[in-house]
C-alpha cells in the first residue's frame, strides 16, 4: 500500500541518481561549477522533488501533471549527461550506467501515470442504501 511517496520505488530510485549524478559531477572541471554540473544537478533533483510534489496534490490532474515534469526533468537530464560524455567530463560506461538508470525510471513514470490516469476514468461505486434491519 503506497502511504507516501517515500513508499514508491520510482521516487526511491530517483533520489539514487540524483547522488550519483552529483558524485560523477564532482569531478567536472571547475569551470563548470556555474554550467553543466549546476544545471546537471538541478534536472536530477527536479525529478524525486515532483514525483514528491505531486503526490502531496489532492487532486489527480495535479499529480500527472508533476509526473510530467519529472519526466521532462528526466529527458533534460539524459540530454545533459550525453553532453558531459561528450565533452569528455563523464566516461562512457557511466554515461551508460545512469542512462540504464534514467530508462527504468522514465518507465516507472509512464506507469504510474497510467495508472492514475486509468483510476481517474473510473467510476465511482455508487453509495449502497443501508441493509434492512
Known amino acids: 500500500m503506497i502511504l507516501s511517496y517515500r513508499d514508491l520505488i520510482v521516487w526511491r530510485s530517483s533520489i539514487d541518481v540524483v547522488k550519483v549524478v ?6 567536472f572541471p571547475t569551470d563548470e561549477r556555474f554550467g553543466l554540473t549546476s544545471q ?17 496534490r489532492h487532486h489527480t490532474g495535479d499529480y500527472l501533471r508533476h509526473l510530467s515534469i519529472a519526466t521532462g526533468s528526466l529527458c533534460e537530464l539524459e540530454t545533459l549527461l550525453t553532453i558531459a560524455e561528450q565533452l569528455g567530463f563523464l566516461r562512457a560506461e557511466d554515461h551508460q550506467s545512469v542512462i540504464g538508470r534514467t530508462e527504468h525510471i522514465s518507465r516507472m513514470l509512464g506507469g504510474l501515470s497510467r495508472a492514475l490516469r486509468v483510476h481517474r476514468r473510473a467510476p465511482t461505486p455508487s453509495p449502497q442504501p443501508p441493509a434492512p434491519t
Open 22 to 27: 552529483y558524485e560523477l559531477s564532482r569531478v
Open 40 to 56: 546537471m544537478r538541478r534536472a536530477a533533483v527536479s525529478i524525486p522533488a515532483n514525483i514528491a510534489e505531486g503526490h502531496g
